[in-house]
């Protein structure tokens, strides 16, 4: 047990923290929330920045462009960027953490020629269908049709949760391709170009009021059968090999941020005036948010622990479940703690006089997405009981 | 960096644990519950394993490793319920002879915070000789001479307890800054303790959940148990990475603030062992609520390392302290 990093670790972050010092302050203001052509330029500017430092791809193979950064490397990345408030990955998002590492494992070679560079550079910008309406946690009953015409699939079919569907180039879409067979056996992963006939992208507005939601409707569009990756009714397979990206170790920049939101709120319980003494005056309130700080430390340690785990044995580790439940919900405790500091002033969602409203309120609403998206906390608790503890599977309908 | 456990710590952990499933077995545990005194054959042979010399160095006759290696085969000692003044002893070789060599059994109290009444001193009347902790230093006191009354019903009944009338002051033996050190490193050594209770009851929870039919089904595949094995889960992978975390800063300041990181890591695993030890009574059901069924030790000693060295409430305000001096 070293949590001690080595020399090449510490010139990598300073490496890192040197560039970041001067091209953050260098990349301007984030552009309105609803400004969705500028932010596709904020973003992918951003994303060409890190492609030209050496940055971009940080866990993508050398031969793919990439940093092919250790898993400890990663975790200084991310806690870097984060202490820098450097742009986050933003419209990139699909196409760094999904997509293209799929690609790189699943693509045919012209796919990987085609795509791989662009979305590197912050070229090309990608999107995900792969909930419906009626397949949320039950992802593979999915009922998006595609169905063979000469070497065209012809698809028909409702997506749901599209992030950045508006200002996407391509999409990873999960297609029913034979509906008779079992439902985990009859799917396929297409590469669906956004600028097609017939699809008609919805903004879905959050709790929040964001659109960077989509809901996406196909009809009659047409796709050539090249555009599918990995063989056909083989897309769930895939599916897995997409999802296993998601849950690296991109989650440390926002336990970072979580970290630097915890204080900002012991800056705001010192402002709050409760009666005739200062929030932060009452012993109980201070202990909250010792109590939460040293559990942010313990999930901090836990991301190291696994990280030191999955560099040894290549794979994340068992221990993501257990580290996205136990992030997300004490996220969402912070968030309520810092509703209470700010008691009535939590009405408005902008600031109100000195206090920082506007943010916590942001954060807060913002928050509650994130114990349902990426595998919600129910299905994280079943498979730490399934997978990690070893108890019966729920039955299984076929 | 590299934060798994070597391949000398993994030989440590797995040595200790198969001398305490061998030599602690839970009839074994019955049997000392009867028994107000300290079982010093056991004693002797802890000390034999190291766990006492553990951290002196090879000079002294200790072993002569870190807190981080400490922390380990402390959460095994505390995964066995194994009795007695572990952590003070341990604290103690180096500062008082033959405590590293079990001969002399030292036990302590803590009374760094504001002086606590009553104050309740465990295995008192087991010991050789007792520490104190005090704000202005550490003391040695003769326990003969300290009036106490017996508990004659002690919350934990592998923990003796008594409730002490008059503490003599005793022979100065460090100043404040060993006294701080003293309790930090205790705090660490406990959080290794009710690590071992939020992982053995993880076990029994999980093993009774997969054997224990109802309803024509283990009661393991519903998914309201799984829900709650799978928080004792999280809440022990929690407490793990945390009670490694400060065992390992103690042993390398500069990764980070160590007082910070042991007041998490002692808050953290004290709440998680209890909350893991009461699940684990609810997933027994009618069960364990019984004496015979021995899940109740693991929640009653989880109340007892979660009170020493700092408890939950005078950590979390200390960690506030350091956030509010960094923000100052």
């Not at chain 1, 293209?100 to 699943?106: A, C």
């Not at chain 1, 012809?154 to 509906?179: M, Y």
């Not at chain 1, 929040?208 to 397979?237: C, K, M, Q």
């Not at chain 2, 009170?307 to 305000?317: I, N, R, V, Y």
Request: with cysteine; hydrophobic share 40%; proline share 5%.
């Amino acid at each position: 047990m070293d949590l001690r990093y080595t020399a090449s670790e510490e010139t990598f972050r300073r490496e890192l923290r040197a560039w970041l010092a001067e091209a953050v302050p260098g990349h301007g203001a984030t552009p309105p929330q609803e400004d969705w052509d500028a932010r596709r330029e904020y973003d992918t500017g951003w994303q060409r920045k890190l492609y030209d430092a050496g940055y971009a791809g940080i866990n993508w193979p050398k031969e793919y462009g990439g940093r092919e950064a250790s898993l400890t490397e990663q975790l200084l990345y991310y806690e870097e960027i984060a202490r820098a408030g450097a742009p986050y990955v933003g419209v990139n998002f699909v196409g760094m953490l999904h997509g293209g590492p799929t690609l790189i494992v699943e693509g045919s070679e012209d796919q990987k020629k085609a795509h791989i560079p662009r979305i590197l550079k912050g070229e090309e910008v990608w999107c995900q269908g792969f909930s419906e309406p009626g397949a949320g946690s039950d992802l593979a009953s999915l009922q998006t049709r595609a169905e063979r015409d000469g070497d065209d699939y012809v698809l028909n079919g409702h997506k749901i949760w599209t992030s950045f569907a508006q200002v996407a180039d391509f999409c990873e879409l999960l297609v029913r391709t034979d509906p008779e067979a079992p439902k985990h056996r009859g799917i396929s992963w297409l590469i669906l170009p956004m600028d097609v006939a017939g699809i008609e992208i919805r903004p879905l507005p959050t709790l929040a009021g964001e659109t960077d939601f989509s809901e996406v409707f196909l009809s009659d569009v047409r796709v050539p059968v090249e555009n599918r990756v990995g063989a056909e009714n083989d897309g769930w397979r895939i599916t897995n090999v997409t999802l296993a990206f998601e849950r690296g170790t991109a989650f440390a920049s926002d336990m970072i941020h979580l970290q630097q939101f915890l204080r900002e709120l012991v800056a705001a319980a010192k402002q709050v005036t409760r009666h005739d003494a200062r929030a932060w005056d009452d012993a109980g309130l201070r202990r909250e948010v010792g109590h939460l700080a040293a559990e942010l430390d313990a999930l901090w340690a836990m991301v190291k622990l696994s990280v030191s785990e999955a560099s040894q044995t290549g794979v994340p580790g068992v221990g993501a479940a257990a580290v996205k439940l136990f992030y997300t919900e004490l996220y969402q405790r912070v968030c309520e703690l810092g509703l209470r500091i700010l008691g009535r002033a939590g009405l408005a969602r902008e600031d109100v006089g000195e206090l920082p409203s506007g943010k916590v309120l942001h954060r807060t609403l913002q928050s509650l997405s994130l114990t349902i998206a990426a595998g919600s906390s129910q299905i994280q608790r079943n498979i730490i009981s399934e997978r990690i503890l070893g108890l019966p599977r729920e039955p299984r309908p076929r | 960096m590299d934060f798994q456990l070597s391949d000398d710590q993994k030989a440590l952990r797995d040595g200790i644990r198969s001398f305490c499933e061998g030599r602690v077995p839970v009839d074994t545990l019955r049997e000392l519950e009867v028994k107000p005194e300290l079982d010093r054959g056991l004693w002797g042979e802890l000390a034999e394993m190291g766990v006492f010399g553990l951290r002196l160095p090879e000079s002294d006759g200790g072993v002569g490793l870190g807190t981080g290696d400490a922390v380990l085969v402390f959460a095994e000692l505390g995964r066995r319920l194994v009795p007695g003044p572990l952590a003070w002893t341990h604290l103690a070789a180096g500062l008082v002879d033959g405590a590293a060599s079990g001969d002399v059994v030292v036990g302590g109290v803590d009374l760094r915070g504001p002086q606590p009444d009553p104050i309740l001193v465990e295995h008192l009347q087991s010991l050789d000789t007792l520490l104190v902790l005090r704000p202005d230093g550490v003391f040695r006191v003769d326990p003969r001479e300290v009036q106490a009354q017996a508990v004659a019903t002690p919350l934990d009944p592998l923990t003796p307890v008594r409730h002490v009338g008059e503490l003599p002051r005793g022979d100065a033996l460090g100043d404040a800054d060993a006294a701080a050190r003293l309790r930090l490193e205790g705090a660490a050594l406990a959080a290794g303790q009710l690590l071992g209770i939020c992982e053995a009851t993880v076990e029994l929870a999980v093993a009774y959940a997969k054997e224990r039919e109802q309803f024509g089904r283990p009661i393991g595949s519903f998914q309201a148990m799984k829900h709650l094995l799978a928080d004792m889960f999280v809440r022990q992978e929690a407490t793990r990475a945390a009670a490694y975390a400060g065992g390992v800063t103690l042993d390398q300041p500069d990764v980070g603030d160590v007082e910070r990181c042991v007041a998490g890591a002692k808050l953290v695993a004290g709440e998680a062992a209890v909350k893991n030890a009461r699940a684990c009574i609810q997933v027994h059901g009618g069960m364990g609520y019984t004496w015979e069924v021995p899940v109740h030790y693991y929640l009653k000693r989880a109340y007892v390392l979660a009170s020493q060295f700092g408890d939950t409430e005078e950590w979390a305000g200390d960690v506030a302290r350091r956030l509010d001096d960094e923000a100052a």
